[in-house]
């Protein structure tokens, strides 16, 4: 599976912005995907994430209310609605997939970078 992401870009704060996550390749074997983030000097940390078959969708806390996950499986792709951004949000984020029979997230897109000035 091949993941490209797109979308990022510079925002005010209190603004929003939509991230893109485009798959391609063996597609019927996703499983799961997520948005991770990581921010410059510090560790990736996930975001958000959906099943890709059942629709279940999760949150870490910090974007909870704010950030909102989705999927289109007929297009393949994988949105992060992004409201009410944080100077905080900026990072580069990240697309992510997990497989069936997979235990880890082993596709992973290039990266979009977002900054979000106060």
């Known amino acids: 599976v091949q993941l490209q992401a797109s979308g990022g870009g510079l925002v005010q704060a209190g603004g929003s912005l939509r991230l893109s996550c485009a798959a391609s390749g063996r597609t019927s074997s996703i499983y799961d995907m997520r948005w991770f983030r990581q921010a410059p000097g510090k560790e990736r940390e996930f975001v958000a994430g959906i099943n890709w078959t059942g629709g279940r969708r999760y949150y870490a806390d910090s974007v909870k209310e704010r950030f909102t996950i989705s999927r289109v499986n007929a297009k393949n792709t994988m949105y992060l609605q992004m409201n009410s951004l944080k100077p905080e949000d900026t990072a580069v984020y990240y697309c992510?997939?997990?497989?069936?029979?997979?235990?880890?997230?082993?596709?992973w897109g290039q990266g979009t970078q977002l900054t979000v000035s106060s």
């Open positions: 992510a997939a997990q497989e069936l029979g997979k235990t880890d997230f082993s596709s």
